[in-house]
């Protein structure tokens, strides 16, 4: 079992930058696909960004690409999401999640995440 912990959220004007972090307890942090989702008022919670065990392989969703970066530290068991250029619509609820998948993949459902952290609340005013 993995515990995981959000934090670096905020409030910050649109075009500026955070920096978010999931720390995860347990020492088969290496094992997990680890991503972020996002869940704003009023809609679905959405995949955001995802990376593979290894740290080779990610995904993001349409709307990020090119301002947000995820990265992974498997020494010091910790998820980034590097978010520049914000916009006021990434203004949401942030999780981080960890999947036990056997593949090199980046899943983007939710239901293939097993361990889920509290949130993280991002907003970007306009």
């Known amino acids: 079992q993995v515990q995981l912990v959000e934090s670096g959220g905020g409030l910050v004007q649109a075009g500026g930058s955070l920096r978010l972090s999931c720390a995860a307890s347990?020492?088969?942090?290496?094992?997990?696909?680890m991503s972020w989702f996002r869940r704003a008022p009023g809609k679905e919670r959405e995949f955001v960004a995802g990376i593979n065990k290894s740290g080779d392989r990610t995904e993001y969703t349409d709307s990020v690409k090119g301002r947000f970066t995820i990265s992974r530290d498997n020494a010091k068991n910790t998820v980034y999401l590097q978010m520049n250029s914000l916009k006021s619509e990434d203004t949401a609820v942030y999780y981080c999640?960890?999947?036990?998948?056997?593949?090199?993949?980046?899943?983007?459902?939710?239901?293939?995440?097993?361990?889920w952290g509290q949130g993280t609340q991002v907003t970007v005013s306009s």
């Open positions: 999640a960890a999947d036990r998948t056997m593949l090199p993949i980046v899943r983007n459902t939710a239901a293939a995440y097993e361990y």
């Open positions: 347990g020492r088969t942090f290496s094992s997990y696909t």
